[in-house]
């Protein structure tokens, strides 16, 4: 099976950095996808890594290293805005299986 | 992306019940996946909608209890059938596609009582 563990909460301050973990236990997967939720809607998909790396969208950048089977979400220059909750995902085998969440409180 | 539309977006139905969640996409999909979410938690994948066949479902969810029907590329529905108040969650319809991508419909979410 697949298991996905994130740190369930993060706190930082307005046009701070932050990076958001994931680690994994899977027997091989496609990439590894993050979400965005905010509270009351549904989840907006911010990124996919297919590669080891980094993949730059904007504010948000994410990493995957296969080898340490971890990947993290980094964003930049935070917003209010980005409160929100937080999901890594393991594409595999045309399915996708969601980490445990992190949700990020951004203060001002 | 896709525009996903789900009926109907929230309902309280009394135990026992069966409640028929619709699931509609702008575009033909080949992927479409059905997940709960409890409020607070992640996503727990249900079933894999497939098109012309049976779903695929996720170890502890049963055909008998989540029933699915996918007649075509941009239409699917989940039944919730027997319910019991532990029913009670938020329901999400998605599409994926081979690039990695998920797009997701609005949700239903559902009282038990």
Request: one cysteine or more; proline letters at 5%; aromatic letters at 12%.
């Amino acid at each position: 099976g697949q298991s996905l563990e994130q740190p369930s909460e993060v706190t930082a301050v307005e046009g701070a950095i932050v990076q958001i973990n994931c680690t994994y236990q899977t027997s091989g997967f496609y990439g590894l996808s993050w979400y965005q939720q905010h509270d009351g809607g549904a989840p907006t998909f911010l990124s996919y890594n297919a590669l080891d790396g980094l993949e730059e969208t904007g504010r948000f950048s994410s990493f995957l290293s296969r080898s340490d089977s971890y990947g993290y979400l980094l964003l930049q220059e935070l917003q209010m805005k980005d409160s929100a909750s937080y999901f890594c995902a393991i594409y595999n085998f045309n399915k996708f299986y969601f980490g445990s969440g992190t949700k990020l409180n951004v203060k001002p | 992306s896709a525009v996903i539309s789900q009926k109907p977006s929230r309902d309280i139905c009394q135990r026992g019940t069966s409640l028929t969640i619709q699931c509609q996409v702008d575009s033909q999909v080949t992927m479409m996946f059905w997940y709960r979410q409890q409020p607070g938690q992640s996503l727990t994948l249900i079933a894999t909608a497939n098109q012309g066949s049976e779903a695929t479902y996720e170890s502890g969810f049963v055909i008998d209890k989540f029933p699915i029907s996918r007649p075509n590329l941009t239409f699917s529905t989940l039944t919730v059938s027997n319910m019991s108040p532990e029913d009670s969650s938020i329901y999400l319809c998605s599409v994926g596609d081979p690039r990695g991508e998920q797009f997701f419909g609005p949700g239903t979410r559902l009282t038990v009582l």
